[in-house]
């Protein structure tokens, strides 16, 4: 089962500035026969080691909840063990899918069952337990309806059905089969019937997936909500990203929630958007969509949410999200406020504080009751990371479910909905209880009969019932079928806006509707509610019939400043770009850029038109030059010119940019737009303008004391004058200039800034640059030299000379990390591996199985000294700082540290210590040697087919052309390198882990060290 993954930790930590090494510790390892008595036992996400574990009335005491509420069991062992999902059903029953297989990777048959519970005396506890279905492996998700048992048996997803009415499943079939198993945290799961009538699931981030759908299309996919109909049995992707998430939340409205892992925890998700991922490259020019959210709750690990609507509890408990979080060992509340066409969400108190590690809440439903029901799996290990190295130790023994009721909540048993008439079922449909109106929904959409669908047409389109009522009685027509022209005509036309939305979007799911119906449809684009403009964007290339494009163009125009709806409309829009280019300039062209509403899509509209052979110049620069929005004209014009530093347009190309780039500038009326002047003054050097030339010399030769203080983004223009100055690469002339900013002190520039210079010169093809940077190298700023390292390792001549200071010893061969040198060995240049092999041995090509002798050394050698965390916050920023954020600080490129990989001590060490002893493939290093013999190694941001994007120490993005690849290899170790003990001295090891060992900022005096955490200094 897949319980919330945190990723392991991929600190990617450079060279160190100083050569002192922990060379007492390397040799105690070399030496150790016998390995130490192991350090207390606290699993990952945990601050503690675990309390004994409890029996169920046990744990329901230490449990604290809101005045007025008692929590109850329901199930427990032997009668119930390792849960993993559930569902009811229209009797009220509780099906749940129980795993002893977990962790097994390997697919097939297994021991793992579907259980159907049931309370038959109405006490509340369960009191049958039927095996429906048996011989399962780490059955991952549940559903009930169309006449079986839907079940995510990973390859698989299977429909059992019981036809003699014993209770037992006689026949299975396989919906779909292609799901991986790569990581049994991130199984597909959280199989839960949408408003729609499809059934709706999820899959996790480092689990690849690759299904072939009835529909003729072949989906591969990591993290993402997929959909099956039950009918058709078609598969579709819904949406992609986040991370591993665990469950489904639908609101009165239909939007969809999910809480996500590691990353932010709340998100709003909509078909065809792509959201931040946990790890892992995007595809091609996404806009990733971000979270709801702005806060955080105890732990960065959840599972399962649900959205509560029931009259059981007061009314300031309905309304919610409930989300289980793992290593809070609790139940988190968050409120939904409307924010355009998405939603903003706020932290509420907590619902439930089990006060027990071993607590892991899986699933949370509403019961027949009105009641929320808790599954709880019920261990000491709650990560991948225990599991993985000790499965031998997971509690296969346990498992509850919960039921938290307010006061005599009345209790309901003995009852079967599916025995209910059509009319009792209509009505239902305005029960203030979701879990009756979801059964009653799913029923009559099954019946679907001509009567019915009268009866909910006339309901829909009145305004006698609630709304829920014609919300539910809605989606009830969706999901049986095609909606009739009539009704679908009007209620696009007529309803409240809520109503339109669900119109277009069940016109998008038909793809095909009648004339009518489509004509206003597509009037709908200018709709005053976003919600409607929303699911037009979405249903923009899913309708046959019409032109997508001048649909995406008017939604854009009526909804530029939306929230959402821009980012929407940028995924459907840029797949037509390159063979309708012609046509957007037209409407730019009679409109404006800013009308349209096109200012903030103009920089991602550039980058796909330059990707493409087919990306006309002329069309190119007029859309830039028409640009409105400084900011906008910014971004567009560094694309440009980082694409003009890669040479990675075709000479011809190239060649006719700059001549449109030039003539649209030259006859602009722009010298007197001061906000704009220097980003074309910038291109203009790029296009071999000479004036703008002479001006870029001047800002990129003015540091930073004597420059005008009236230009508050100085360094930011002189950084840019400087990459167009190497760009122009005039020999002897740039040396001097890079060679005196290098010198230059904190008077005269930033340390950023500085640092952007070296990035700048890893795209400067000269052999003067290697002797520049290691002249430089002693009086470079501590965070600047990790830097300097990785930019000589990119290329031959470069790494010759650095390695050469190493063996003259001028440089200290500890500040190449192993990752580094696993690069150099990769080179081209055999002379480049033989040094290396000559200098530092035989590098390890995968994870060195005695770390954990380091680790255990490290452990100790750091207890016996005193931390200081502010002394550790300066070493966090000169070598830490490259690729990790914590408070805010710091370069994303592995994970943020400020929530994740932290929960204690040992867990720490281990992270930093052994960081490939369990890592995920979105934080393996991808190395990347082009035909001009740079090689680059860092983490995969972008991959399609005509180009990757790396993202690499420091934080820079780096584009390599598909055909200037000689070879791509991702390595089967973090990122991150194992010797960071070889890169500090003992005191500095310890300042930093007292630095990285406190919850907050050391200058916070609310800061906690972490459990196990060693000695720090108190100031």
Known sequence: MRLPRLAAIVLVIGPAVLGGGLDQIHSRVARAQVRSEPPELIPHGQDRAPNAPRSPAEAIRAMTVPPGFAVELVAAE?????????????RGRIWITESLEYPRRQPGPGRDRVKVLEDTDGDGRADTFTVFADGLNIPSGIAVGYGGVWVANAPEILFLQDRDGDGRAETREVVVTGFGRADTHELPNSLTWGPDGWLYGWNGVFNPSKVASRNGRTYEFTCAIFRIHPRTRVFEVWCEGTSNPWGIAIDPQGSFFASACVIDHLWHLVETGYYLRQGGPYPPFTWPIGSIVDHSHQKAAYCGIHYFDSPAYPREYRGRLYMGNIHGNCINVDTLVRNGSTYRAEPAADFLQANDSWFMPVAQKTGPDGCLYILDWYDQYHCYQDANRDPAGIDRL???LYRVRYHDTPRRFGFDLARSSDDELIRLLAGPNVYDRDLAQRLLTERSSPTIRRKLQ??????????TARMHGLWALIGAGP???????NLVSRTGPAFRAWGVRAAGNMGRVEPA??????????????????????AARKLQDIDPLPVLIALQANSSHDALIPQIVWQNLHPLLEDRQAELARWIGRVGLGNLGFNRLLPRMIDRL???????????AGALVSCDDAESCRQAVDLVAARFRERSLPPGREDALKRAFSKELSGANWRTQDRRAFDYRVLLTYCGDHSSLKEMWTIARTPRKTADSAVPDFEQRRGRALEAILYRRMPGAVGPLVKGILAEDDSSSSVAFRGKVLDAMAEWDDPELAPMVLQAYARLPAQLKPKAIELLTERPAWARALLDAVADQRIPATVLNVTQLRTLQQSKDPTIAGRVKSIWGTIRQQRNPRRELVVDQVRRSIRRMTGDPIAGQAVFKKLCAQCHKIHGQGQEVGPDLTSNGRNDFNQLLSNVFDPSLVIGPGYQATTVATTDGRILTGLLAEQGRDRVVLKLQGGKLETVPRDQIEQMKTAEVSLMPEDVEKQLAPQEIADLFAFLCLDKPPTDPAARPLPGAGPIRKR
């Not at 006339?458 to 709304?467: H, I, Q, R």
């Not at 909606?483 to 005509?489: I, K, N, R, V």
């Open 78 to 90: 032997p009668d119930l063990v390792n849960p993993v999902a559930m569902t009811f059903d229209e």
């Open 398 to 400: 346990k498992g509850r």
């Open 458 to 467: 006339t309901m829909v389109l009145g305004e006698k019932a609630p709304d």
């Open 483 to 489: 909606l009739d022209p009539g009704f679908h005509a």
């Open 517 to 538: 119906v489509l004509e206003k449809v597509l009037v709908r684009a200018g709709d005053p509610s976003p919600d409607v403009r929303l699911q037009v964007a979405i």
């Open 610 to 620: 330059l990707a493409t052979p087919k990306g006309d110049p002329q069309i190119i």
